[in-house]
């Protein structure tokens, strides 16, 4: 699975298609904590803080923001 830093220093993609790869990876992230918190895992394993490192990689490069929050999960 792509990294944050792997997608940001990839310099065969441009900003849009940075964005969508962030994206794409933020959904899975996503999807891997509402599996986790649903299952009883043990949320505190670095989901959160791989979203986080996401959602802070898209504001670098100004990309639009969906909604966050316990709703989205």
């Given at each position: 699975m792509l990294?944050?830093?792997?997608?940001?220093?990839d310099n065969s993609l441009n900003k849009p298609a940075k964005i969508e790869k962030l994206q794409d990876l933020l959904s899975e992230a996503r999807g891997l904590q509402?599996?986790?918190?649903?299952?009883?895992?043990?949320?505190?394993?670095?989901?959160?803080?791989?979203?986080r490192d996401i959602e802070l990689a898209l504001e670098k490069l100004n990309a639009d923001m969906p909604e966050t929050g316990a709703a989205t999960l």
């Open positions: 990294e944050v830093k792997d997608i940001l220093s509402r599996a986790a918190t649903e299952g009883g895992m043990d949320t505190d394993d670095g989901f959160t803080r791989n979203l």
